[in-house]
């Protein structure tokens, strides 16, 4: 079966774990705009230095740029696909409804990860990833099992991203309440929102997500 979900949340929610988990497990496939623009901002091309000022400063990128890369990838999917970090403002939630009608794709379900601030905070500032395979780690919750080794691929390119620090997340959670958090009522409107509780361990986040996905979960 087919699902494409979108998971939905502030900077630090945990998207991308929970994203890579159903990539393992389910064999969908996991489209992160995050990851797309780090990977264009590396480019070294000019909108790849535009895109980087954009996001140090937590800010969010046009929606032209964004729409753009995920029109780019929106072929095969496997099982599905996992929309991380995407829409994010009411531009890019109908830019996304065209594109998958048009693809004669629907969009089965909106998952929000529920979290608070100050949660927040420690998570973003406590994170680190695997620069190779890109593994997502944390000093405190989840840290690697020997220091300086990714635990999935044996490297040792392990990197804080530059955003993550307090004065963009503050950025970046304004630009979250003001621009993304309208699409909670949106998608609710559309019967597709469930919310699960981002502040749970991490196996019990993915529990509330799969009885999300297998139609046992509540609906918001
Ligand atoms: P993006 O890369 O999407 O970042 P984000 O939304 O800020 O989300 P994060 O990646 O910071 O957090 P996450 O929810 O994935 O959490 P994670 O799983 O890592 O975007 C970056 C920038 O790109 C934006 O600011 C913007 O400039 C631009 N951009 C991207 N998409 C855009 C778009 N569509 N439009 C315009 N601009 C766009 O977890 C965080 C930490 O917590 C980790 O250390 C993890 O180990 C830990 N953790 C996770 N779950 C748990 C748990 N349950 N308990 C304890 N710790 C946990």
């Known amino acids: 079966m087919t699902i494409n979900i979108i998971l939905l949340g502030p900077p630090g929610a945990g998207k991308g774990t929970q994203a890579r988990r159903l990539v393992e497990d389910r064999g969908m496939v996991q489209l992160s705009t995050g990851d797309m623009l780090r990977a264009a901002r590396s480019s070294g091309t000019e909108m790849g230095k535009r895109v980087a000022e954009v996001m140090d400063r937590g800010q969010l990128v ?3 740029i964004v729409i753009g890369l995920i029109r780019e990838q929106l072929a095969g999917g496997g099982a599905g696909f996992i929309f991380d970090g995407f829409p994010r403002t009411l531009g890019q ?5 065209q594109l998958l009608s048009e693809t004669g794709m629907s969009l089965d379900a909106v998952i929000e990860m529920q979290v608070d601030d100050e949660a927040l905070v420690r998570r973003i500032t ?5 620069g190779n395979c890109g593994e997502v780690y944390h000093d405190q919750t989840k840290p690697t099992a020997v220091a300086g ?4 691929c044996g490297s040792t390119d392990l990197k804080r991203r530059a955003d993550d620090n307090e004065d963009s997340l503050k950025t970046r959670l ?3 309440y003001k621009k993304t958090s309208p699409l909670i009522g949106y998608y609710y409107a559309k019967d597709k929102l469930t919310q699960v509780d981002g502040l749970a361990e991490m196996d019990e986040v993915s529990a509330q997500i799969a009885a999300a996905l297998d139609g046992t979960g509540p609906k918001a």
């Open 149 to 152: 080794v990714c635990d999935v």
């Open 126 to 130: 406590g994170r680190f990833t695997c």
């Open 174 to 176: 304004l630009e979250y």
């Open 93 to 97: 939630a109908d830019a996304l409804g």
């Open 62 to 64: 046009t929606d032209e």
